[in-house]
């Protein structure tokens, strides 16, 4: 899809009119607009989107989404959407959260969810930090960053590098983005959730609040080199070179299967109620 003309009209439509309480300067705050632009482009029925998420600040962004959401457990939104993805496949189902969410108490599930591949779109709002605990490390935070008080000589291990992780683990579609490039990552989630499969944008969103030094990293953010490849190993290598900071899509692979469980047309929620009655 031509997607260089994004209009804004729209947009404000996925919007739910619920004010974020986001500290100011905050990337989630782009994520949110670029994510509501993306689906003003599309036209999906608001009605038809669900935005899952597990807990952190990034994991607000449901709340703040016109459409259907559910603010779930920490590390919990992969599997709760692919319930969600399962149950009802008709749906647009966006999971959304931060890097402690996801690669931490999440990690597990986003290992498996890359690997199955369920038509989802995974946005992690990387922002190198547990915002809302007040600023401990994660599992992407820098190994010499000190300026947490648990880790005052920093973690001394090394970092994650989420987009490596996810194209290994058999995500059909690589993506990072930056939050201080709204349009560009609009452009992005567009093509995300129009993929068939599993969509994996990691967005360098800051968090000026407990890494005020992310102010920066729009000096130093970059268009990946080339265009987005169906190589894996291309990919990869594209990954060592370009370093943590190139944006753009990575790697897109609409060959791989989809995993698509048919729902259980017996299963009835009553039943599901009576066996978990107490
Ligand atoms: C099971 C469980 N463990 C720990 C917590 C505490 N907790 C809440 S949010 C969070 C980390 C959030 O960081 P991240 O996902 O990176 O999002 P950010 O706030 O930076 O956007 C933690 C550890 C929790 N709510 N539940
Ligand atoms: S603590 Fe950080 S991540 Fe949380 S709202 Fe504030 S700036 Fe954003």
Known sequence: MDTTTIPSLGAKDYLSGVKPIWCPGCGHFAVLSALAKALAFIGLPRENVAVISGIGCSSRIPAYVGGYGFHG????ALPL???LKAARPELTVIVA????????????HFLHACRRNMDLTYIVMDNEVYGMTKGQASPTTAADWTRSKLTPHGTGIRPFQPAAMALTAGASFVARGFSGDPNGLAKILVDAIEHPGFSFVQVLSPCLTFRP?????KSVVRPFAVEATDDPVAAAARLQADGAMATGILYRNPHYPVYRPAPDASARVADFEEAFAL
């Open 97 to 108: 959260g931060g890097d402690g969410d996801g690669f931490s108490i999440g990690g597990n």
């Open 73 to 76: 457990l920490h590390g919990r």
């Open 81 to 83: 959407a692919s319930g």
């Open 213 to 217: 030094e992310q102010k920066e990293w």
